[in-house]
C-alpha cells in the first residue's frame, strides 16, 4: 500500500495489482463477487519492468497492470488496514 493508493482510499478509489489479461468488465465483476461493492468505473495502468544491471548480468523486472477502481458513493471495502 502505497502513499498514493492511501490517499485515494478516502475518495472512494481503490487500487489493485489484477492479472495482465484482465479487461475492465471482468474486474468489476470480481469486485462485485469478492467485496459486495459496486464499481462504478475501472481504470488500467500497464506498468512495464525495468531493465536492471548487476555486475555482467541484465535482468528485467516483472510487468504489472494496475486496476483503479471507484465505487458507488457511501461504499467502501475493508482491507482490514
Known sequence: MT???H???KMGKYVFIVEPS???SEIKKVIKKTFGVDAVKVNIVNK???VKHFRNKT???VNLKKA???LKEGQAINLGI
Open 3 to 5: 502513499e498514493k493508493s
Open 7 to 9: 490517499s485515494l482510499q
Open 22 to 24: 484482465a479487461t475492465k
Open 48 to 50: 512495464e519492468g525495468k
Open 59 to 61: 535482468g528485467h523486472q
Open 68 to 70: 483503479f477502481v471507484s
